[in-house]
């Protein structure tokens, strides 16, 4: 993991992620980078986890963006399909994940966005809820040549709205994301 790069902002106060963490969708980038100088030892399925914090405000709706930057060009392997994005309350006190009423992921390049998964409404009950994916096909497009960390970065912007009826801690609760991605 030491191509890893990453680069992560707040676009609201509903939404944080912190330095150092990339959120799921974009955690896939991590993957490509496991050790892009030798293609033979990164072939197969990869898992990658981060986590984010949906924080609780006057308004319904959050959004964030981040972004994670490889080393080397994603297109030196043979292809890259996201396998599953998972998400996880991680405090056990938090019963389930209703508090989100729907969340989305779209992964943009040069202004173009393109959903990659989303989920809504979230299941009663679970605390572990898998989002269903928007994207089947190659992941290595999300790419662009980043001249300014002399990489590739991959841009996702998150959004969804929150239910204002659930009870949620001040402090937000903080989510882990699974992210899996087959390379071949």
Not at 28 to 33: D, E, I, M, P, Y
Not at 77 to 85: P, R, T
Not at 99 to 126: L, N, Q, R, Y
Not at 139 to 149: G, P
Request: hydrophobic content about 40%; aromatic content about 6%.
């Amino acid at each position: 993991m030491n191509l890893l790069s990453r680069r992560c902002r707040n676009a609201l106060a509903s939404l944080c992620i912190p330095a150092l963490s990339a959120r799921a969708g974009v955690a896939l980038a991590a993957a490509l980078s496991l050790g892009a100088s030798s293609c033979a030892s990164i072939v197969g399925e990869h898992e990658a986890e981060t986590k984010f914090l949906v924080k609780p405000t006057s308004q319904a709706r959050f959004s964030g963006w981040s972004e994670v930057s490889v080393s080397q060009d994603p297109n030196s392997v043979d292809g890259a399909k996201l396998m599953f994005i998972r998400l996880e309350a991680r405090d056990s006190n938090v019963p389930d994940l209703t508090f989100i009423k729907s969340i989305t992921a779209e992964a943009v390049v040069d202004g173009e966005a393109t959903t990659i998964a989303s989920k809504s409404p979230m299941p009663k009950g679970e605390r572990i809820v898998p989002l269903d994916r928007a994207y089947h096909g190659d992941i290595r497009k999300f790419f662009y040549e980043d001249t300014e960390n002399g990489g590739y970065t991959v841009h996702v912007d998150w959004s969804g709205e929150i239910d204002l009826t659930k009870k949620i801690p001040e402090e937000g609760v903080w989510m882990k994301v699974i992210v899996a991605v087959r390379i071949e």
